[in-house]
């Protein structure tokens, strides 16, 4: 199946649906779309020529458009999908459009708890070394991909597909991999899986979809994914008896994710030499909100950006830091992502931000969701207190920055999580 000439893009501003825009527009399609706010994303579409405008209304969407494409973030009864519906638009979410223009190439997809996003960056990057010229879509800026400052995606040859995969709403399953990277596999979009036997059962569906000419690429003893691959067509392949080079990346979970990437390549490319694919992950600079330094602030605080919105990603990284810049006083700014996952993980997060010398909590960051009375920032704080961390929830990034101000040089700053909390570090670091 074909992808029609005229496209437009509902939350074309989002990391996945502005990396498949790059991609349709590489093929020679007409893409234009729009995004709640401006952002720097919105800017790069404009400037590799894709109109966006900013805000949602039943006039945006061109009048010979021929299909549109919407984010997870977008409901059903937006202004746009209702005006395309009656247009007689057809509709695809973004991963239903992801698995019809991948369907055709051999694919390697990335899925799995934590990792993906530096896993599939690694994953490219090896075989870019290689000479394998992948297609590559991300769910963050590559800092190695080309123009210069990264991308999302990676043109290459069509028929070599590298995707990140998400199993929220089972978006995965639209996926045809010849090869499947698990990374790890915990309870987490607590939204749609009610328990961990529903996000499991999701994983042995995408398992078993997977060829017997192909390869999974997993942990194998990781008591959540044994019973995933049981009855697995596809041989598996044990990541963590891979060997590593040194790395840019620090912290153990960078290990795995490098492990697992370059099993995946030699894998899927068994003639790629072990010293290629050491010297691409040696050379690998990672990828934007992935602990990524920012700066400092005017008092000499380091000022680092993380995506970490998961208790275990939250618990990894202040490991990580405090193994590799010993003395520093850990100061985490962290922003909770959905009042599904916030109140589900309640306890694994007050635990892991009590692992910090100071963590401050803005308001939940809702997304998708309503409001939900039942948790709030406050409840996370006392909670962490409870358990004998200094964690103090704050009404807003205005307060959070100048409470992260008046950190000196002794303190190392983390904003962590999945909303708009990276826009505390731009305005913090110098």
Not at 59 to 64: G, H, M, R, T, V
Not at 174 to 192: G, M, R, S
Not at 211 to 238: E, F, K, M, Q, W
Request: glycine share 6%; charged share 20%; hydrophobic share 45%.
């Amino acid at each position: 199946m074909e992808l029609p000439q005229r496209i437009y893009m509902v939350g074309i501003g989002g990391i996945g649906m502005s990396a498949l825009a790059q991609l349709l527009k590489h093929q020679g399609k007409q893409v234009s779309g729009s995004d709640r706010a401006e952002s720097p994303i919105t800017t790069m579409l404009r400037e590799r020529g894709m109109p966006v405008v900013v805000g949602h209304d039943s006039c945006n969407i061109p009048a010979e458009s021929e299909l549109l494409i919407y984010s997870d973030a977008i409901p059903e009864d937006n202004v746009e999908r209702d005006r395309a519906a009656q247009m007689k638009l057809p509709q695809l979410s973004y991963f239903e459009a992801l698995g019809i223009v991948s369907a055709s190439a051999r694919t390697l997809a990335v899925a799995g708890t934590h990792g993906k996003t530096t896993t599939t960056g690694m994953l490219a990057q090896i075989l870019r070394a290689a000479g394998k010229e992948p297609t590559a879509i991300v769910g963050s800026i590559v800092r190695d991909f080309p123009p210069e400052g990264g991308s999302n995606f990676l043109a290459g040859d069509p028929g070599l597909f590298v995707v990140e995969a998400c199993e929220y709403r089972e978006h995965v399953l639209n996926l045809l991999p010849e090869v499947l990277v698990i990374t790890n596999l915990e309870l987490d979009h607590t939204d749609y899986f009610p328990d961990l036997d529903a996000l499991q059962a999701t994983f042995r569906t995408a398992v078993e979809k997977v060829p017997a000419h192909g390869r999974i690429i997993t942990d194998p003893l990781n008591p959540n994914i044994a019973p995933v691959i049981a009855r697995a067509s596809a041989p598996i392949i044990d990541y963590s008896e891979e060997s590593v080079p040194r790395l840019h990346l620090i912290g153990e979970f960078n290990r795995a994710n490098a492990r697992a990437a370059k099993a995946a390549a030699r894998a899927a490319f068994p003639d790629i030499p072990a010293e290629v694919a050491d010297a691409a992950l040696a050379a690998f600079r990672g990828s934007w909100r992935r602990l990524e330094y920012r700066g400092e602030t005017p008092k000499g605080a380091l000022v680092y950006d993380d995506y970490a919105h998961h208790p275990t990603a939250i618990r990894a990284t202040i490991t990580a830091v405090r193994e590799h810049f010993p003395g520093k006083r850990i100061v985490i700014a962290f922003h909770p992502h959905l009042y599904s996952r916030t109140k589900s993980l309640l306890s694994g997060f007050a635990t892991a931000l009590a692992s910090a010398d100071v963590a401050l909590v803005a308001p939940i960051y809702a997304a998708r969701e309503p409001v939900d009375p039942a948790v709030s920032h406050h409840t996370l704080a006392q909670e962490a207190q409870r358990l004998g961390g200094n964690v103090v929830a704050l009404d807003s990034f205005d307060e959070i920055r100048d409470r992260l101000l008046a950190e000196d040089g002794s303190a190392l700053i983390i904003t962590m999580g999945a909303g708009d909390i990276y826009k505390v570090a731009e305005q913090i670091a110098e």
